[in-house]
C-alpha cells in the first residue's frame, strides 16, 4: 500500500507542480542604436554596472545582425515581429506610399505614425493568449494592440521644441502690469509663444535669491504677476533636474492639448540676455483614457527626446566642434537627462500601478547621442583628436543615463521575472554625402521639369528623399509609372553601370547595387512598401537626395549614421536575456533581430508570431525547454 501511494505522488507530483505555475512576466527594454564596440569599452571600464550585472546573470549577444536598412523603424518592427522589412512592411522611417498603383515614387508615408505592420507582433500572441500588455511609448505600439494599455507619446507631439532668447524677445521695463511679484531690481518684461499659446514673462531680481541681479523668470499668461503659470531659477547645466519648470499646458498650432516643459539655462545679471528653451509640445496620448490622471501625476509630461536638433543647430551655444567650451553639450546632456527622467517614471508608474504580464519598453538613447558625436569619435572620419576625446566623455553620459534607465528597472522587477534589453542597429561615422539623384540625371535617368521636381513622364529612377539607402524604378505598376516588365532589365542594369562609376579620388564609393526583384527574399528586401534597388557605400559616406546642379561627392560635418548594410560590424548591435530559463554568462553568436520574437515567445509560453522567420535561441536557455 505504501508503495502504491508513492507511485501516485511520483506520477501526480509533476502534473500539479505544472498546473500551479503560472506563465512568466517579462520586461522588454528597448535601447535604440546601441553600438557593441563602444558599450564593451565602456564595460570595461565599469561605466555600465547595471548592463554588466544583466549580462552576468544571462545570455548574452554582441554582434546581433540588424536588417537592411538598419534603422530604427525597420529593426524594431523586426524585433517585435521576428520577420524581415520585407514581409513587415516597415523599409524605414518614412517610405513609399502602397499601394504602388494609387501612388506615384514621389510620395511617401511616415513610418511611425501612418504606415500600417503588415506582420504580428509579439504583443498581439500575448493577448490572444489573455496575457496583459503595457506597451510604453514603443516602436508601432498602436498595431494590433487592443486590449493593451498603450502610451504613444511618440504620436502625440505637436510640434519642435525650441528656444527663447533676446534676439526675439528683447527685455523692456514692465508696463500695464497687476500686482508684480518683489524684486530688488525693476521688472524687466517679455512676450514670446509656444505653438499657439502666447506667454508673458517678467524678469526678477528675488530678494530670496542670494545672486547678484536678476536670476529668476516669471511665467504668465496675462500681465498679472498673481496668475503665474511658471516660475524657473536660471542656472547652469547639469543632470538632476532641479531648474525645471512643471509641465506646462499649451495649444498647438492645430488648437490641440498638449504640455511642455521649460528650463532657463542662461540669464544675465543685467537682463540684457538669456537663453530659455521648452520642449516639444506633446498631447496626452494614453489608452485606457482614464489612466491619464495618474499617469500624469506620477511621471510627468511625455518629452520624448533631447535637444539635438537644436544643439546642432548651435542653439544652445557654440558646440566642441565650433570652437565651444562645452556649455551647449552639458545643456543638451541635461535634456537627455530629463527626457530619461521621464522614461524612467514612466517604467516605475508601469511596473507598480498597472497589472501587466509583458512589460515593453523604449528609449530613444543612446542612438540621440550616437548620431550627434559619433562622426567626431571615430578617427576615419575626425582626425581632430581632442575634439574626439571630449566628444567621447558626453557620449560616454548618454550610454552611463541609459543605464541608469535599466538600473531602475531592475531594482524595481518582481521576482522571477524575464527582462530582456535589445537594441535595432549600431552606427558609424559619416563626413562625407553621395548626391544619387546627381548620378541619375547625367545618366538621363531621372529628369527634372522647369520647377526643379522629377518629370514623372520622363524618369526612370528615383532616389526618394526618405534615405532609406534604395532607388525606385518608376515602374507601370505605380501611379505615373513609365518602365514597362520588359523595360525594367535594361533599367537596372543603366543603373548598376551608372551608379558603379562614382568615383571619390579614383576609388568606387557604391560598393553593391541589389536587386529586391532577384535579391529580395534571400535578404528581406523589397516589398510592397520598399525599395527596388538597394546600395552598399563605402564607410565614411551617406546617401544624399538632392537633385540639380552641384557635385556628386561632397563633404559635410562629421556624424553618426546607420541605415547601411546590416553585415557591416559597425550596424550589429546587441541583445541580453535575464531571467528564470536563461543560462548564466552565455555568449551567443550568429544571432538576429529576428531571432528575438520567437525566442521570447518560448520563454514566455506562447507560440511565435504567425510571420516570424527566425529562429528560437535554444542555446540560451538554462534547461532542455
Not at 533676446?166 to 508684480?180: V, Y
Not at 558626453?394 to 530582456?420: H, Q, W
Not at 546617401?543 to 557635385?551: I, K
Request: glycine share 10%; hydrophobic share 40%.
Amino acid at each position: 500500500m505504501a508503495t502504491l501511494s508513492l507511485i501516485i505522488v511520483t506520477v501526480l507530483a509533476p502534473a500539479q507542480i505544472l498546473r500551479a505555475q503560472t506563465p512568466p512576466k517579462a520586461i522588454v527594454i528597448g535601447w535604440d542604436g546601441a553600438l557593441p564596440s563602444f558599450t564593451h569599452e565602456m564595460l570595461r571600464q565599469g561605466k555600465l554596472p547595471n548592463l554588466a550585472k544583466l549580462i552576468a546573470g544571462g545570455a548574452f549577444a554582441d554582434d546581433v545582425l540588424s536588417v537592411y536598412p538598419s534603422k530604427t523603424a525597420p529593426g524594431f518592427a523586426a524585433l517585435w515581429s521576428g520577420a524581415s522589412p520585407r514581409d513587415t512592411g516597415i523599409s524605414g522611417t518614412r517610405q513609399p506610399r502602397a499601394p504602388a498603383h494609387q501612388h506615384t515614387i514621389l510620395e511617401s508615408n511616415l513610418s511611425f505614425l501612418s504606415a500600417p505592420l503588415r506582420a504580428e507582433p509579439l504583443w498581439a500572441v500575448a493577448l490572444r493568449a489573455g496575457r496583459k500588455v503595457i506597451l510604453a511609448h514603443v516602436p508601432f505600439g498602436r498595431e494590433i494592440s487592443d486590449g493593451a494599455v498603450k502610451l504613444l507619446g511618440y504620436d502625440g507631439y505637436g510640434g519642435r521644441d525650441g528656444v527663447v532668447t533676446s534676439r526675439a524677445a528683447a527685455p523692456q521695463l514692465a508696463s500695464s502690469w497687476k500686482r508684480l511679484p518683489p524684486s530688488a531690481k525693476p521688472p524687466l518684461e517679455i512676450q514670446f509663444s509656444i505653438g499657439a499659446s502666447a506667454f508673458f514673462g517678467l524678469f526678477i531680481d528675488d530678494p530670496a535669491n542670494p545672486n547678484a541681479g536678476y536670476d529668476t523668470l516669471v511665467v504668465t499668461g496675462s500681465r498679472d504677476g498673481a496668475e503665474i503659470t511658471a516660475r524657473i531659477n536660471a542656472g547652469e547645466a547639469n543632470l538632476e533636474g532641479g531648474l525645471w519648470s512643471r509641465p506646462i499646458d499649451v495649444k498647438t498650432s492645430g488648437g490641440e492639448n498638449a504640455t511642455v516643459y521649460l528650463r532657463l539655462f542662461d540669464l544675465k545679471p543685467d537682463g540684457g540676455d538669456f537663453l530659455l528653451y521648452h520642449t516639444r509640445p506633446a498631447r496626452s496620448m494614453i489608452f485606457p483614457a482614464e489612466l491619464a490622471a495618474g499617469y500624469a501625476a506620477a511621471a510627468g509630461a511625455f518629452i520624448g527626446n533631447g535637444a539635438s536638433l537644436l544643439y546642432q543647430e548651435s542653439a544652445l551655444g557654440p558646440t566642441l566642434a565650433a570652437g565651444g567650451a562645452g556649455v551647449a553639450e552639458a545643456r543638451y546632456l541635461e535634456t537627455v537627462a530629463m527626457a530619461q527622467r521621464q522614461f524612467k517614471q514612466t517604467a516605475l508608474w508601469a511596473m507598480r500601478t498597472v497589472p501587466w504580464d509583458l512589460l515593453l519598453l523604449y528609449t530613444p538613447f543612446p542612438d540621440e547621442g550616437e548620431h550627434v558625436w559619433r562622426g567626431y569619435i571615430d578617427p576615419a572620419t575626425n582626425p581632430d583628436r581632442k575634439l574626439g576625446a571630449a566628444a567621447r566623455q558626453f557620449l560616454e553620459e548618454v550610454y552611463k543615463l541609459s543605464d541608469d534607465f535599466l538600473g531602475a528597472v531592475l531594482a524595481n522587477r518582481p521576482d522571477a521575472t524575464l527582462i530582456a534589453l535589445v537594441s535595432d542597429h549600431g552606427m558609424e561615422g559619416v563626413k562625407k554625402l553621395i548626391a544619387i539623384n546627381r548620378a541619375l540625371e547625367r545618366e538621363g535617368l531621372l529628369v527634372l521639369n522647369d520647377k526643379g521636381q522629377p518629370d514623372l513622364a520622363r524618369t526612370k529612377a528615383f532616389y526618394p528623399p526618405v534615405n532609406n539607402g534604395y532607388l525606385l524604378i518608376n515602374s507601370t505598376d505605380r501611379k505615373g509609372g513609365i518602365v514597362t516588365r520588359k523595360e525594367r532589365a535594361s533599367v537596372v542594369k543603366l543603373l548598376r553601370g551608372s551608379l558603379s562609376g562614382i568615383r571619390d579620388g579614383g576609388k568606387p564609393v557604391i560598393t553593391a547595387v541589389y536587386d529586391a526583384q532577384s535579391d529580395g527574399e534571400k535578404m528581406g528586401i523589397g516589398g510592397v512598401a520598399g525599395g527596388d534597388i538597394y546600395l552598399d557605400v563605402l564607410p565614411g559616406y551617406d546617401f544624399d537626395p538632392r537633385t540639380g546642379p552641384g557635385e556628386i561627392i561632397t563633404p559635410r560635418e562629421p556624424y553618426g549614421m546607420h541605415g547601411f548594410n546590416p553585415a557591416r560590424p559597425s550596424m550589429h548591435t546587441i541583445m541580453v536575456l535575464n531571467g528564470p530559463g536563461i543560462a548564466a554568462r552565455k555568449r551567443l553568436q550568429n544571432v538576429r533581430l529576428i531571432d528575438f520574437a520567437p525566442t521570447l515567445a518560448k520563454l514566455l509560453g506562447l507560440p511565435a508570431p504567425k510571420d516570424a522567420a527566425g529562429r528560437v535561441l535554444q542555446e540560451a536557455f538554462s534547461d532542455a525547454r
